[in-house]
Nanobody, 121 residues
Framework: QVQVVESGGGLVQPGGSLRLSCAASGSIFSINAMGWYRQAPGKQRDLVAH???????TYAGPVKGRFTISRDNAKNTVYLQMNSLKPEDTAVYYC???????????????WGKGTLVTVSS
C-alpha cells in the first residue's frame, strides 16, 4: 500500500546540477528514514545519502560537498540536490523509504523504480 516515486533525472553536462525528488504515498503511519542509492551498470547499488525523520544525515564519501539531501516530512518527500556533477555520477538513482505502514507492526523497506541520471558532454 506504500508507493515510492522518483523524478528529476535527465542528461546534464559535467559541472551541472540536478535536483531529484522522491515522494512516498499510500497507507503510511510514519517514516523513519528516506535515502538515495545509485547503481551503475555492472556495479552494486550503493548508498548516496540518507536522512532520518528528525534530520540526521549520512553521505557517501564521493558525494560529500557536492550533494545535499533534504526532506519535507509533511509531504513525505525527500530531495537530492546534486551539484558539480561528474561523469562518474552517471547511474540509476533509487529512492528508499523505511516506513511503518498503516496497521503494521514493524518498519518495512520500500523502493522506487529509479530515475536515470546521465552526466556527459
Amino acid at each position: 500500500q506504500v508507493q515510492v516515486v522518483e523524478s528529476g533525472g535527465g542528461l546534464v553536462q559535467p559541472g551541472g546540477s540536478l535536483r531529484l525528488s522522491c515522494a512516498a504515498s499510500g497507507s503510511i503511519f510514519s517514516i523513519n528514514a528516506m535515502g538515495w542509492y545509485r547503481q551503475a551498470p555492472g556495479k552494486q547499488r550503493d548508498l548516496v545519502a540518507h536522512i532520518t525523520s528528525v534530520g540526521s544525515i549520512t553521505y557517501a564519501g564521493p558525494v560529500k560537498g557536492r550533494f545535499t539531501i533534504s526532506r519535507d516530512n509533511a509531504k513525505n518527500t525527500v530531495y537530492l540536490q546534486m551539484n558539480s556533477l561528474k561523469p562518474e555520477d552517471t547511474a540509476v538513482y533509487y529512492c528508499n523509504v523505511a516506513a511503518l505502514p498503516g496497521g503494521g507492526r514493524w518498519v518495512e523497506n520500500y523502493w522506487g523504480k529509479g530515475t536515470l541520471v546521465t552526466v556527459s558532454s
